[in-house]
């Protein structure tokens, strides 16, 4: 008998700005992406403006922080922009689709680009051109079987909205977004039932806090009125979904990451219980509870922070939990309260180094125990249907003359993590899914490499946009393949 239930939802996942590339066709309007350059392990990516003066300039890119007064963003023709083309999906998504229903694929997560269907996301009715690429892209996964689920917000604010009201910190995005789902929901109604309102809802406050907390109050201030403001949206769309659809399951999307205390010293397990806290649960408790938690109060009072919300907002929140619980995991944190100079970065956040662990080129540590720690906690707290919407190994692969790409390394990754994933099924987790992220190679949101690649097919295209972008099978391909056929029984 297998230990995963019998349609468990074996997939894979990708988001559009990674992906899609296409970015000023079909009417498409920009996005925060398409003016960012690349980067690497040690640079990061650069956010292109144009100052009040008129002069070029590059802004790192970094949560939190804003164009200086009277600058705007632009593209400039000499610089590089990886995700202009990403890998293509955009024109060559049947050819894409078509692997994925040879490895045997029961579920594809990509997102909705929002500027593809509200180009600046403020027109009055959508772009057809957006609604009619996607309603291709949907019936072709059902060609083939495959439920799409559908993340409407990948950190892809329209950059007009950006520009004009400061992004999600504004209560006006709320309503702007409300009709952006609301057409999706009418749009693709029979052809998208799983919906994840936003990519990795908590991660403000964990990138905030990375590297040793160095944000100002304002930022804090910003960001967690920007969470409010994306709750309350959340909550619209898990109402709009069901009236519209009743078969529609909406899902929080968390980056999860498991904390560890570094050492047993009781201010280190304190801590790393406020990190807890303030990284997972705050959100997690307002989106599948619907109510703020009792440490809101002192999260808050840490950065002097004021919540503005309305007596409707917190009704709309009570009354329009997420249906499911979706969640990122690709590594552990360990924290400290000592001094310690061994730090390593990680997805959103940051750590000491943990001596049991190994770890990625990109300094990411490998942890399929902490996956199952997760899982546990998780639904021993929530008790929802869970999928696992991103996990994976970005690695450096080596695509071979014959064709090959041996990358046993991230079979080991899989294969570990997929235990642990049985092992907390049989103690009773309620798991549905498995998407592992960047199931075909794309571009890396953190750095904007193409060299950072995760997929179980390796797409020929180079750092500097040099490339064929043809697609390759990997020894991953074919393991995975037998993962699915299987029911995750030959690993
Ligand atoms: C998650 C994001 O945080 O991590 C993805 O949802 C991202 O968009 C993934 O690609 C891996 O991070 P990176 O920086 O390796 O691309």
């Known amino acids: 008998m297998s230990r995963f239930p019998k349609d468990f939802l074996w997939g894979g996942a990708i988001s559009a700005h990674q992906a899609e590339g296409g970015f000023d066709e079909g009417g498409k309007g920009l996005t925060k992406s398409d003016v960012m350059t690349g980067g690497s392990v040690s640079s990061p990516r650069k956010e292109t403006y144009i100052d009040k003066d008129g002069n070029r300039q590059y802004l790192i890119h970094q949560t939190g922080v804003r164009l200086p007064e009277g600058a705007h963003y632009a593209v400039f023709d000499d610089e590089y922009y ?76 329209p950059l007009a909205l ?7 910190s504004n209560r006006k995005l709320i309503e702007l977004y409300d009709r952006y789902v609301n057409t999706c929901f009418r749009e693709f109604k029979g052809l998208v039932k799983y919906w994840l309102p936003f990519n990795e809802v908590n991660n403000i406050l964990m990138f905030l806090d990375m590297f040793g907390n160095v944000s100002s109050d304002k930022m804090y201030q910003d960001a967690y009125q920007e969470l409010h403001h994306k709750f309350v949206a959340t909550a619209h769309a898990v109402k709009a979904a069901h009236e519209i659809d009743p078969d529609n399951m909406v899902g929080c999307m968390i980056c999860g990451v498991p904390f560890y205390p570094a050492t047993c010293d009781p201010k280190d397990i304190l801590n790393n219980y406020y990190m807890w806290e303030k990284g997972i649960f705050y959100s997690s408790n307002v989106l599948c509870k619907g109510t703020y938690p009792t440490f809101a109060k002192r999260l808050w009072k840490e950065h002097d922070v004021k919540v503005q919300m309305t007596e409707e907002d917190l009704k709309e929140i009570r009354e329009n939990p997420v249906d499911m619980y979706t969640f990122s995991y690709y590594m552990s944190s360990n924290v400290t309260t000592h001094t310690n100079d061994d730090v390593v970065g990680g997805n959103c956040t940051s750590g000491v180094r943990n001596p049991y662990l190994e770890y990625s080129e990109w300094g990411w540590s490998t942890d399929p125990l902490g996956l199952r720690y997760f899982l546990e906690k998780i639904y021993g707290m929530y008790e929802k249907p869970i999928i696992i919407v991103e996990n994976g190994l970005g690695a450096a692969d080596v695509l071979n003359e014959d064709g090959t790409v041996h990358d046993d390394y991230r079979i080991d990754y899989c294969r570990k993590h997929i235990e642990e994933m049985a092992n907390a099924i049989a103690n009773g987790v309620d798991l549905r899914g498995y998407t592992p992220w960047g199931v075909i190679d794309l571009i890396s949101a953190g750095s904007g490499e193409m060299k950072k690649r995760y997929g179980f097919i390796y797409v020929d295209r180079q750092q500097n946009g040099q490339g064929t972008l043809n697609r390759y099978r990997k020894d991953s391909f074919y393991w995975y393949k037998e993962v699915i056929a299987s029911n995750g029984e030959k690993l």
């Open 162 to 168: 950006e520009e004009k009201y400061g992004g999600w």
């Open 82 to 157: 990886p995700n202009h083309v990403a890998i293509d999906f955009y024109h060559r998504y049947r050819e894409d689709i078509a692997l994925f229903a040879e490895m045997g694929f029961k579920i594809f997560r990509m997102s909705i680009a929002w500027t593809r269907l509200f180009p600046t996301g403020e027109e009055e009715t959508p772009n057809e051109a957006g609604i009619q690429f996607y309603k291709d892209v949907f019936n072709e996964l059902h060609k083939y079987n495959i439920e799409p689920l559908v993340t409407l917000w990948h950190d892809d604010t």
